[in-house]
């Protein structure tokens, strides 16, 4: 099945340790995006890629960067999480002309 | 400025117990409205997208309808295993792929 797929489904990291989280995707479609989701909030975007068209949300901190080097992966790095960097990060993907966004499982990231 | 407020934040139902989500929103040139469902620690789940005033949507048990301000989860004879929050996002013109979304609401069916 066509899918979104994120790794790891939960991450621990320290303090300052640059962490990478991971999402790939079966379904070919140009648009990713990543989300950062609190409890009990809705997910907050990130930044998103249309193709390599990189697109950065006005107040997405400079600790988060991201990568795609191919059109089926791409890649959250977070370079020095802080505690209030503690979240589900979601990955998602839209196809061109399409609306909906398919969502990936999440990464939960915890910070010691 | 573009918005979209859910109501109510919680609801708690008897299983069987029929009732509505609420979603409203403010923007302006709607391209499309979408309801997920998401379970806890896990992520959202794509159920309908609504396009214009008068639209519907069903499956199963839940059926999503669409005015010019406002759409409606309604949740007919619910189960246990629908338990879980939903959330409301809404793409307008001028946003490209970009979705507003909604708080959301936790929805909790008891037996």
């Known amino acids: 099945d066509a899918m979104v797929i994120q790794n790891p489904r939960y991450q621990v990291t320290q303090f300052g340790k640059p962490v990478t989280l991971s999402c790939s995707q079966t379904l070919n479609h140009n648009v990713m995006y990543w989300y950062q989701q609190k409890s009990s909030q809705a997910p907050k975007l990130l930044f998103h890629?249309?193709?390599?068209?990189?697109?950065n949300e006005a107040d997405t901190p400079d600790n988060f960067q991201s990568r795609r080097p191919n059109t089926s992966f791409c890649f959250l790095d977070i370079r020095s999480p802080g505690l209030g960097d503690a979240a589900m990060y979601l990955c998602a993907t839209a196809g061109v002309g399409y609306n909906e966004q398919f969502f990936g499982p999440g990464t939960r990231l915890t910070v010691l | 400025e573009d918005q979209v407020t859910q109501s109510p934040e919680a609801l708690r139902l008897q299983e069987g117990e029929s009732s509505s989500l609420n979603c409203s929103y403010t923007?302006?040139?709607?391209?499309?409205l979408f309801w997920y469902r998401q379970d806890p620690g896990k992520g959202p789940e794509f159920l309908f997208t609504l396009y214009s005033a008068g639209e519907e949507k069903e499956k199963e048990r839940l059926k999503a309808t669409l005015t010019k301000k406002e759409s409606f989860l309604h949740i007919t004879a619910p189960k246990p295993e629908d338990s879980a929050t939903y959330l409301c996002a809404v793409r307008y013109h001028n946003a490209g792929n970009m979705l507003t979304f909604g708080g959301g609401t936790r929805l909790m069916v008891k037996p």
């Open positions: 923007v302006s040139g709607l391209r499309g």
């Open positions: 890629y249309y193709d390599k068209d990189f697109n």
